[in-house]
């Protein structure tokens, strides 16, 4: 079993940035990858950036060049820098058993970007 514990998310106003954290508790040697979506709105969840074991990573292209995510140890961090409102969304952390394809997700956390 696997916990992902988020932190960090809050309100800011367009151009400013957050972290968000992401810790896995438990047996994380069933994790390789580790994702980020977002869920605004009224909209459904979107995969935001996803990093894998090996460190290759990816982006969705609305926030190429403005968020990053890393990884060490057992915490994921998205730094999102140059926030716009439409990045406003539950934010949430996810992770694959790589034994049995169970779906982790943390409990989510709220970022508000305002104008």
């Known amino acids: 079993q696997v916990q992902l514990v988020e932190a960090g998310g809050g309100l800011v106003q367009a151009g400013g940035s957050l972290r968000l954290s992401c810790k896995a508790l438990?047996?994380?040697?069933?994790?390789?990858?580790f994702n980020w979506y977002r869920q605004p709105p009224g909209k459904q969840r979107e995969l935001v950036a996803a990093?894998?074991?090996?460190?290759s990573t990816n982006y969705v292209d609305s926030v190429k060049g403005r968020f990053t995510i890393t990884r060490e140890r057992n915490t994921v961090v998205l730094q999102m820098n140059n926030l716009k409102p439409e990045d406003t969304a539950v934010y949430y952390c996810?992770?694959?058993?790589?034994?049995?394809?169970?779906?982790?997700w943390g409990q989510g956390t709220q970022v508000t970007v305002t104008v």
């Open positions: 996810n992770a694959r058993d790589r034994l049995n394809s169970y779906d982790y």
């Open positions: 438990g047996s994380i040697f069933r994790i390789n990858d």
């Open positions: 990093i894998a074991r090996n460190g």
